[in-house]
């Protein structure tokens, strides 16, 4: 069964650009969620999507935005790129949302650098 | 609000030594407690999880937690650690009756493996 799938695996970009990271869960599952991780703030909720819509969302400026397709990829964009934006992506997939005796499932993540 | 604290930034121990890294919550309830860890470059690998039931859950590689409501703590332990665990650990936590999308992570914990 293959794993939580991201790419690319590194990016760099320059400040202003846009970027959009992709995702592709494990089969079967619906929740896709994102985290940012960076050495001085840590793992970072950014937003969750469930059946193609977005349920949760974290405290970061509308520059950063998603969307979920009909087979459960996931992609993240980020507009107008600061050099802080500079982090590793994680996406994590679920099996349903709000479902006990299940776990989050994270891929490698994409390394983003802003030069 | 919910919060993980993880004291311990940086641990070293000898090969063949226990461990044990410690992890605090802050929760209105009784959370889903995870234990993460991550190598360098990578994403992130469940060790165990704590749903209910069983105070002491086992994981992966060796590893076991123990959940005490009264201390709000998770600790996460191994009787005897292996060069290969030298990683960063993270403990998270997640809402029960929610979305298992949003998870809090702690700081990490970053493990170091003597020979």
């Known amino acids: 069964k293959a794993g939580v799938t991201q790419t690319p695996r590194y990016l760099i970009k320059t400040r202003g650009q846009q970027v959009t990271l992709s995702c592709s869960p494990i089969?079967?599952?619906?929740?896709v969620s994102w985290y940012q991780q960076t050495p001085g703030q840590g793992l970072q909720f950014l937003f969750e999507?469930?059946?193609?819509?977005?349920?949760n969302k974290g405290n970061f400026p509308g520059r950063f935005s998603g969307r979920q397709f009909s087979n459960s990829r996931s992609e993240m964009n980020v507009s107008t790129l600061e050099l802080g934006d500079s982090a590793l992506y994680l996406c994590?997939?679920?099996?349903?949302?709000?479902?006990?005796?299940?776990?989050?499932?994270f891929g490698q993540g994409t390394r983003l650098t802003v030069v | 609000a919910q919060s993980v604290t993880q004291p311990d930034i940086h641990i070293t121990v000898s090969e063949g030594a226990s461990l044990e890294l410690r992890c605090n919550y802050s929760y209105g309830a009784t959370p889903y407690l995870f234990w993460y860890v991550q190598s360098p470059g990578q994403g992130l690998q469940l060790l165990l999880k704590y749903f209910s039931g069983d105070t002491l859950v086992q994981g992966i590689k060796g590893f076991e937690a123990e959940f005490k409501r009264s201390q709000s703590s998770f600790n996460l332990r191994k009787p005897s650690v292996h060069w290969s665990d030298a990683a960063e650990y993270f403990c998270?936590?997640?809402?029960?009756?929610?979305?298992?999308?949003?998870?809090?992570f702690g700081r990490g914990t970053q493990l170091t493996v003597w020979p």
């Open positions: 089969s079967g599952h619906r929740s």
């Open positions: 994590a997939s679920s099996l349903a949302r709000g479902q006990g005796n299940t776990e989050a499932f």
């Open positions: 999507y469930f059946s193609e819509t977005q349920r």
């Open positions: 998270a936590v997640g809402a029960r009756g929610s979305t298992l999308g949003r998870l809090y």
